[in-house]
């Protein structure tokens, strides 16, 4: 990882904080009240893997691809629950 993040050219502190979302992510999967919310921002940061492997590193983008597939997969079947969340959060 840390020659394919030097390849990127944005530096190693890009590679900490892709690593903190996705462990954020990966929690927030396990907590059914953000699972909806965790699953969205996977689903960003995985566009950002697509887009990154296809232009940037010029290799195959499919396992980001499958990934963000599931992310968006798992955001659409807790929108509901997701809308519900924001709305309390923007509440207080």
Same mark, same amino acid.
């Given at each position: 990882? +840390? ?8 530096? &190693? @502190?890009?590679?900490?904080?892709? /690593?903190?979302? $996705?462990?954020?992510? /990966? +929690?927030? !999967?396990? #907590? ?6 965790? %699953?969205?921002? !996977?689903?960003? *940061?995985? =566009?950002?893997?697509? #887009?990154?492997? &296809?232009?940037?590193? $010029?290799?195959?983008? @499919? !396992?980001? *691809?499958?990934?963000?597939? +599931? ?7 807790? @929108? %509901?629950? =997701? $809308?519900?969340? +924001? /709305?309390?959060? !923007?509440?207080?």
């Amino acid at each position: 990882m +840390v020659d394919m993040f030097a390849d990127i050219g944005a530096g &190693q @502190w890009l590679r900490y904080l892709v /690593g903190a979302l $996705e462990v954020a992510g /990966g +929690v927030g !999967l396990l #907590i059914p009240a953000l699972a909806g919310l965790a %699953s969205l921002g !996977l689903a960003a *940061l995985l =566009t950002g893997a697509v #887009i990154t492997d &296809q232009f940037v590193l $010029e290799q195959s983008p @499919w !396992l980001a *691809l499958a990934l963000l597939v +599931v992310a968006a997969v798992i955001a659409r079947a807790r @929108w %509901s629950r =997701t $809308e519900a969340v +924001v /709305g309390t959060l !923007l509440r207080r």
